[in-house]
C-alpha cells in the first residue's frame, strides 16, 4: 500500500532545466523526510537533496545552487527542481521516504544531459 510515484525527468542539453514530482500515498507523509538519490552506471547510488520532517534542507554540494527540492505536504508530494544541468548529472533519479527504520523508493526515473 505504500506508493512513491515519480513524475518527470528527461532528456536535455547542457545548461537546460528538467523537474521531478514524487507522489506518496500510504504512509504519514509529514513525519517522513523526503529525499533524492541517483545512480549512474556502474557507480554506487549517490545522495542528491533532502528536505526533512522539519522542513529543513540538504544538498549534496554537487548539486549546491543549481537544485531545488520542496514538499507540499497536504498534497503528499515531494519536488525537484533541476537547474544548469551538466553532463556528469545523467543518472537515474530516485525519491526517498525515509522514517527510521522504515525507507521507501520511488521507481527511478532516467536524466540524461547531452553535452
Known amino acids: 500500500q505504500v506508493q512513491l510515484v515519480e513524475s518527470g525527468g528527461g532528456t536535455v542539453r547542457s545548461g537546460g532545466s528538467l523537474s521531478f514530482s514524487c507522489a506518496a500515498s500510504g504512509f504519514i507523509f509529514s513525519m517522513y523526510h523526503m529525499g533524492w538519490f541517483r545512480q549512474a552506471p556502474g557507480k554506487e547510488r549517490e545522495f542528491v537533496a533532502q528536505v526533512g520532517s522539519d522542513g529543513v534542507v540538504f544538498y549534496a554540494n554537487s548539486v549546491k545552487g543549481r537544485f531545488i527540492t520542496s514538499r507540499d505536504n497536504a498534497n503528499k508530494t515531494v519536488y525537484l527542481q533541476m537547474n544548469s544541468l551538466k553532463p556528469e548529472d545523467t543518472a537515474v533519479y530516485y525519491c526517498?521516504?525515509?522514517?527510521?527504520?522504515?525507507?521507501?523508493w520511488g521507481q527511478g526515473i532516467q536524466v540524461t544531459v547531452l553535452s
Open positions: 526517498e521516504a525515509r522514517y527510521a527504520p522504515n525507507s521507501y
